[in-house]
Each structure stands twice: as C-alpha cells, then as structure tokens.
DNA sequence: CACGAGTCCTGCAGGC
DNA sequence: TGCCTGCAGGACTCGT
C-alpha cells in the first residue's frame, strides 16, 4: 500500500530514468484505470508526441509533468510502475497500461487489484484536480505549519487515527505510517483528537517526520506486493508495531494488539500507548 | 455537516 | 486437493 515514502521512492526511481524521454505510443489493457479523459483514446491521442519533463509528488499522488500536460498518477492499494529497456519482454495480466518511448524503452503500469487512477491535466493544473485540491499539509514540509494542524486535531471528536488518514487534513499517511507514528509518539489510536494536548500534538508530527524520513531513506516498506522498479524497499524490517501483532512491543516487551480503527486494522502498544483517562 | 457503510478488485489464508 | 468465506484497504459515493 503505496504511502508517502513509498510514492516518494518511485519519484525518484523514475526521475534516474525517463525524464527527458518521449511518448511514442500507448496502450490500455484495462481502461478503467484512466479516470479522465474517459475516452481511452483520446488518452492516447493527448499524450503521445510529449516529452516527460519532471516527476514531481503531492500526498500520495505522482505527477508526470510533460509537454503540455500533467499526468497524475495514484497507486492505491498495490500499482506500481516498472521500466524496461526490452519492449519484448513479457508481461503479465495485471499490466494495465505501457507507455513506449521513442527511444524503445518502456514504462509499465501493473495493479493486481486495478485500483489505481490515471488523469490527464493541463500542465501544472492538477492542483484544480478533485482529490488534490483539497489536500492537506505534507508532514515534511519544511514549512508545516504547526499551529493550523493542532487546531485541525483539537476541534474533531473523531479517533486520532481516523484523522491522521483524512488527506484533507494531513496528505500522504496511510494505515501502515499513522499506526507507527502513533506509537513513537506513545499516543493510543481511539484516543480523540479533541483529548490531545498542544504537546502530544507537537510529540506526534516530529515522531511522524521522523517514521516517514526514515521510510524514505529505506526505499519504503515492501508489504505484501510493493516494491519500486529497480528494488524493494527494506521499512517493513524497522516498523515498530504495523504488522507485528502478538509480537512484544521493541520498548517494553508487551505483545502488540490490533483492534479496529474506523475499519481498519490498527496495531499498538497497550502498555506504552494508554487509552484516554477521561 | 459529520459519520458509518458500501464499493471497487484480487490474492491469499484459514477452515473443513 | 479444492471449495468457500473473509480479509486486506485508499478514496470515493451514498444514506442516515
């Protein structure tokens, strides 16, 4: 499940490779993964003959900046992308789009639970982009604003957990990055975000830099199918309770539970992560 | 407005 | 071996 650190690490594998190449042809296998335009062939028709300037990231969302348009790119649950210098080499039925470049080399699309969503924008305009517009501050952001994130948290009722997924609120966390935050900054997931103190709040964004830096610098977590084009990342080795239920807690020793959090599994320490006393 | 449930998908684990 | 069921979940839609 491709989060920040994740769609981060495909940025920057791409960027080492086809930026600069150009769009010689297309093809759709599945054609609901390309959200807009509808018409599959208008896709094509749009983007064959651009030229892959940049490749730049918002929250979970990749951005493919050509010619004259901006492909947005969102992995969901398990797409990826793998480039190849061998136009002949097989592939399987879960690539749904391969893009051909003019000098032969191609990028592929692979989802094997098609969940995935392509989009076409006019260069630079996917910040009009339903899903993008209204996302939320980026947690590395050099320049995250501290005091608009703590008034968001506190005037919500919801579970922590349940608002450290809402992207409209803080873009790029996904189910394996909040549980882990969560837990280096000790604050129990039901916990509610009305309940947290300007402290637990500050606590709570440097431990999720701290999970989300060292995810990138470890290429990402390899969880079930992920993996970059050009290898697996190695997080899923230094998660600290994502994943390891029933094994002791790397602090205390506590076995790690999971219980469910706005329908979705959520694992913690309970002996390091109190519930709310109130 | 806010929240929960259902939806999309497939592979895999567990039960028998 | 193989069938069946349930589970995994990001973002969106729909109903309360």
């Known amino acids: 499940m491709p989060e920040l650190p ?6 920057r594998g791409l960027e080492l490779v086809i930026v600069g190449k150009k769009i010689k042809d297309i093809q759709v296998y599945y054609p609901k993964i390309i959200r807009s335009p509808q018409d ?5 028709f749009l983007l064959i003959g651009q030229v892959i ?6 929250g979970k969302y990749l951005l493919f900046h050509l010619t004259d348009d901006t492909l947005v790119s969102h992995l969901r649950m398990e797409g990826k992308y793998i480039y190849t210098e061998n136009p002949n080499e097989p592939y399987d039925k879960h690539t749904h789009v391969i893009f051909s470049f003019t000098d032969g080399s191609q990028l592929r699309y692979r989802d094997v639970r098609k969940f995935g969503t392509m989009d076409v924008v006019k260069r630079d305009g996917e910040t009009e982009l339903e899903g993008i517009k209204k996302l939320g501050q980026e947690p590395i952001d050099p320049e995250f604003n501290l005091e608009r994130f703590k008034k968001q948290v506190k005037q919500r009722m919801a579970p922590i957990k349940q608002i450290l997924l809402n ?11 909040v549980d882990d935050s969560l837990a280096l900054s000790k604050i129990h997931p039901l916990r509610s975000g009305k309940s947290l103190t300007d ?5 709570l964004i440097m431990s999720m830099k701290q999970v989300l830096e060292k995810a990138i610098e470890k290429g990402g977590s390899t969880i079930r199918s992920f993996e970059s084009f050009y290898g697996r990342g190695s997080m899923q080795d230094h998660l600290i309770v994502y994943g390891r239920t029933g094994k002791p807690c790397i602090v205390c020793g506590t076995p790690i539970e999971k219980i469910r959090v706005a329908g979705r599994g959520t694992h913690f320490c309970p002996h390091c992560q109190k519930a709310a006393k109130e």
């Not at 599959?40 to 094509?44: I, R």
């Open 6 to 11: 994740e769609v981060e690490t495909v940025r």
């Open 40 to 44: 599959t062939e208008q896709f094509k």
């Open 53 to 58: 300037q940049s490749i730049g990231r918002r």
């Open 167 to 177: 992207q409209e609120i803080i873009s790029g966390l996904g189910n394996i990055y």
């Open 199 to 203: 402290d637990e709040i500050a606590n």
